[in-house]
Nanobody, 118 residues
Framework: QVQLVESGGGLVQAGGSLRLSCVASRRTASIYAMGWFRQAPGKEREFVARVRGVSDSTYYADSVKGRFTISRDNAKNTVVLQMNSLKPEDTAVYYC???????????WGQGTQVTVSS
């Protein structure tokens, strides 16, 4: 199991930025992929972005493309989600996740709250 700890959430005004960090208990280079998900009140958890553990391959949900950037620092076992041009609809609990193998995200962090005011 990979333990994941998120940080960086908070309350910001629309148009502002936040930087979320996720520290893994295992070398991120040995993890197939790491991703960010979010869940707003009353809604299902949705995919936000992911980065491969070895390559620089990234993928984003259409709703955040061009505004969010996911990156990986294997030396620090950390994945970062830089969120710019935040909108009220970005308000959610954001979760870090690790996929140890192709096919599924196996391990999840406890989440960090992001609130964007209009």
């Amino acid at each position: 199991q990979v333990q994941l700890v998120e940080s960086g959430g908070g309350l910001v005004q629309a148009g502002g930025s936040l930087r979320l960090s996720c520290v893994a208990s295992r070398r991120t280079a040995s993890i197939y992929a790491m991703g960010w998900f979010r869940q707003a009140p009353g809604k299902e958890r949705e995919f936000v972005a992911r980065v491969r553990g070895v390559s620089d391959s990234t993928y984003y949900a259409d709703s955040v493309k061009g505004r969010f950037t996911i990156s990986r620092d294997n030396a620090k076992n950390t994945v970062v989600l830089q969120m710019n041009s935040l909108k009220p609809e970005d308000t959610a609990v954001y979760y870090c996740a690790a996929a140890r193998q192709l096919g599924a995200y196996d391990d999840w962090g406890q989440g960090t709250q992001v609130t964007v005011s209009s």
